[in-house]
């Protein structure tokens, strides 16, 4: 079976591990975690760095952070992994979902004008697979309103819009580093900022706001979402391999689209210009025309040793959501489209391209 998705650990990450071991600083203390977190900064093009424990509880201390008035409204794409609507209830506010274009998959910006309201504080722009969200008309009405940005950068390490990298435009920037993820430190996150205040705020809600000068006097209720230096230690490690993991996840892509490109019934991602996609994982959509959607096409390529996963399930169509009487009778057809027509295909750092002639060769036998 061809996976999905392999993390590969290459250049330092067994030495900076061995020395973290050897060292004794196993814990959130110990070189790795500042130079990780600034290193991970500066690539983002961005002031500060705050590495937390995983990609959901960056989005938590992110809106955390921002200390936003019980109630608050933040729009939200529909079409996302259940991290960024959880952050959000988590932290006292109220998500107003929105629809995603259908050709980057990204939250759709015309939509998020149309839903802002008085109570409106925050947008969570996601960036789907690898391609950037709309930034440039978002921040203009992040301007206009009063809005803060937070973006969602789990899915698009080193991606860019107009020369700007994911993560660093909005006004917080997270990440997950999660195993399948291009930057990896087997689980973990972190939040970037430009602001000192938030990075601060963020830094102490990580570590259980803990007072500088009174260590167990505390004002405010925090969380142990520290990130370990062991992790911080395979980060490093990994920052150091980033261009080249992010050539590889291009050639992919290239190799893919020229093998794929023209397939009747098939619909590939795309890259607007002035983005760079840096395809984390290589979805393609069914068009309506194909008589079976994107779990038989998963079954049958699993039958030819292909492995894959769908696309998200919209928020407003969870259980978990709508038990709790979020998003009544509210619709969203491209993401309703997407979670039943699309599905991601092997995109690990390691496939070669005798893997990905095989995964080529098995969809056009399974849609012939
Ligand atoms: C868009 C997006 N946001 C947030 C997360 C959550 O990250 P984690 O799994 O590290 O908690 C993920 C996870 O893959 C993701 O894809």
């Given at each position: 079976?061809?996976?999905?998705?392999?993390?590969?650990?290459?250049?330092?990450?067994?030495?900076?591990?061995?020395?973290?071991?050897?060292?004794?600083?196993?814990?959130?203390?110990?070189?790795?975690?500042?130079?990780?977190?600034?290193?991970?900064?500066?690539?983002?093009?961005?002031?500060?760095?705050?590495?937390?424990?995983?990609?959901?509880?960056?989005?938590?201390?992110?809106?955390?952070?921002?200390?936003?008035?019980?109630?608050?409204?933040?729009?939200?794409?529909?079409?996302?992994?259940?991290?960024?609507?959880?952050?959000?209830?988590?932290?006292?506010?109220?998500?107003?979902?929105?629809?995603?274009?259908?050709?980057?998959?990204?939250?759709?910006?015309?939509?998020?004008?149309?839903?802002?309201?008085?109570?409106?504080?925050?947008?969570?722009?996601?960036?789907?697979?690898?391609?950037?969200?709309?930034?440039?008309?978002?921040?203009?009405?992040?301007?206009?309103?009063?809005?803060?940005?937070?973006?969602?950068?789990?899915?698009?390490?080193?991606?860019?819009?107009?020369?700007?990298?994911?993560?660093?435009?909005?006004?917080?920037?997270?990440?997950?580093?999660?195993?399948?993820?291009?930057?990896?430190?087997?689980?973990?996150?972190?939040?970037?900022?430009?602001?000192?205040?938030?990075?601060?705020?963020?830094?102490?809600?990580?570590?259980?706001?803990?007072?500088?000068?009174?260590?167990?006097?505390?004002?405010?209720?925090?969380?142990?979402?520290?990130?370990?230096?062991?992790?911080?230690?395979?980060?490093?490690?990994?920052?150091?391999?980033?261009?080249?993991?992010?050539?590889?996840?291009?050639?992919?892509?290239?190799?893919?689209?020229?093998?794929?490109?023209?397939?009747?019934?098939?619909?590939?991602?795309?890259?607007?210009?002035?983005?760079?996609?840096?395809?984390?994982?290589?979805?393609?959509v069914l068009?309506d025309?194909?008589?079976?959607d994107a779990?038989?096409?998963?079954?049958?390529?699993?039958?030819?040793?292909?492995?894959?996963?769908?696309?998200?399930?919209?928020?407003?169509?969870?259980?978990?959501?709508?038990?709790?009487?979020?998003?009544?009778?509210?619709?969203?057809?491209?993401?309703?489209r997407l979670?039943r027509r699309g599905?991601?295909?092997?995109?690990?750092?390691?496939?070669?391209?005798?893997?990905?002639?095989?995964?080529?060769?098995?969809?056009?036998?399974?849609?012939?």
């Amino acid at each position: 079976m061809i996976p999905v998705s392999e993390p590969l650990l290459d250049g330092n990450a067994l030495s900076y591990v061995e020395e973290a071991v050897r060292t004794g600083w196993i814990s959130s203390e110990g070189r790795f975690i500042a130079e990780f977190e600034r290193r991970w900064a500066d690539y983002c093009g961005i002031a500060h760095g705050v590495a937390v424990c995983n990609g959901t509880v960056a989005l938590e201390v992110a809106l955390a952070a921002l200390a936003l008035p019980p109630g608050s409204e933040v729009i939200l794409p529909s079409f996302t992994i259940i991290s960024c609507v959880a952050a959000v209830l988590r932290t006292g506010c109220r998500p107003v979902l929105v629809d995603c274009e259908p050709d980057t998959w990204c939250l759709d910006v015309a939509e998020v004008g149309r839903k802002i309201t008085d109570k409106t504080r925050a947008v969570m722009p996601v960036h789907i697979y690898g391609h950037m969200a709309d930034m440039d008309p978002l921040n203009e009405l992040a301007r206009k309103f009063g809005l803060a940005i937070v973006e969602d950068a789990a899915e698009a390490h080193g991606a860019e819009y107009h020369g700007r990298r994911a993560g660093g435009i909005g006004t917080m920037g997270c990440f997950s580093f999660y195993a399948n993820k291009i930057v990896t430190t087997g689980e973990g996150g972190m939040v970037v900022t430009d602001d000192a205040d938030l990075a601060e705020r963020a830094r102490s809600l990580r570590n259980l706001c803990f007072r500088p000068g009174q260590r167990f006097l505390h004002t405010e209720l925090g969380y142990n979402f520290r990130m370990t230096n062991l992790q911080a230690a395979i980060g490093l490690a990994q920052v150091e391999r980033i261009e080249d993991h992010l050539a590889r996840k291009r050639r992919m892509a290239a190799l893919y689209g020229e093998r794929l490109r023209g397939l009747p019934g098939l619909r590939l991602p795309a890259e607007r210009p002035g983005v760079k996609n840096v395809y984390w994982m290589y979805g393609i959509v069914l068009d309506d025309a194909v008589p079976f959607d994107a779990a038989a096409l998963a079954a049958r390529l699993k039958e030819n040793g292909v492995d894959s996963r769908p696309f998200f399930l919209g928020m407003h169509e969870q259980p978990v959501l709508r038990d709790r009487g979020l998003f009544a009778g509210e619709s969203y057809p491209v993401t309703e489209r997407l979670a039943r027509r699309g599905l991601y295909l092997p995109s690990g750092l390691g496939l070669g391209e005798a893997e990905i002639d095989q995964v080529c060769a098995a969809v056009q036998r399974c849609l012939a």
